[in-house]
């Protein structure tokens, strides 16, 4: 279980990025993370895993406040967060099966990941999770060679091989077009289902958060406004979240992507005759 307490971030500009945010996620629950442009959301998540270091709160994964840990047992502690990052953060020479087995280097010494051998036990970790994420016949190819759902099922799939206890997935679906960013989200919540996994995902598109999402918290100047189902998100939830110009925008660009997927799925229809 994850447990933020008060959690603070300020700037040394004076600027507020969270301000004394408290939320916990039981295991297994998939929260979703939403809200303006500089809300903090993406803060917020770099603060658990101190890539930013917060300024005051505490952040207890078990009984561990990572928010207190020194350089060693922080290194030790975060094989337990795996990360899923919108760019997918992939190095692009390497192969899908080197970029998973990335995922192992907290565990193992200097040397072996420096010759990158690993473990047999580690590589047949691998090929189950790339089986499961459905990429074991792309092992051996280059991750530059692949498409963005591809990309982001193999950042999924080397997060899993951490064996972590949090899930933290940063934008996962900023770059894909509609189609696959249903077939990520899917993939992460069959997952997180499975293992009992406690995720958080930080996610720009509301109706995609409302599918998947078993729980919403919404952020606003870095402070949390909402706070509850998927189902009670009604407009003006939304308006307290965005603002009513805001809102009304991303609501406008919804309805003109579902014509536009709309119109998309008629032309089909109209040449497959």
């Not at 087995?101 to 691998?126: K, M, N, Q, T």
């Not at 009513?244 to 709309?262: L, N, T, V």
Request: overall charge neutral.
């Amino acid at each position: 279980m994850l447990r933020i307490e008060k959690l603070s971030k300020t700037y040394r500009t004076g600027d507020k990025a969270l301000t004394e945010v408290s939320v916990a996620v039981p295991e297994g629950q998939i929260m979703g993370l939403i809200g303006p442009s500089g809300a903090g959301k993406s803060t917020l998540i770099r603060c658990i895993n101190r890539l930013v270091e917060p300024t005051a709160g505490k952040v207890m994964l078990g009984e561990v406040d990572l928010a207190r840990l020194g350089t060693g047992e922080l290194r030790r502690q975060r094989r337990r967060i795996g990360m899923i990052f919108q760019e997918y953060s992939l190095v692009e020479r390497l192969t899908v099966m080197e970029n998973v087995l990335s995922g192992r280097l907290g565990y193992v010494p200097f040397w072996r990941s420096w010759l990158r051998r690993f473990l047999p036990e580690d590589i047949e970790r691998a090929y189950r999770l790339l089986d499961r994420v459905g990429l074991v016949d792309q092992a051996d190819k280059r991750a530059d060679a692949l498409s963005g759902g591809q990309r982001q099922r193999v950042g999924i799939a080397r997060a899993l091989a951490q064996e972590p206890d949090l899930l933290l997935v940063d934008e996962p679906t900023a770059s894909l077009d509609p189609k696959t960013s249903r077939q990520i989200m899917r993939l992460l919540t069959e997952i997180c289902a499975e293992r009992g996994l406690p995720a958080i995902v930080n996610i720009h598109d509301v109706p995609l958060a409302q599918q998947f999402m078993q729980r919403i918290v919404g952020l606003r100047d870095g402070r949390i406004v909402f706070d509850d189902r998927p189902d009670v998100l009604g407009e003006s939830a939304l308006t307290t979240i965005y603002g009513a110009e805001d809102w009304q925008a991303m609501r406008q660009g919804d309805d003109e992507q579902a014509e536009a997927e709309a119109d998309a799925a008629r032309r089909m229809a109209v040449l497959a005759r």
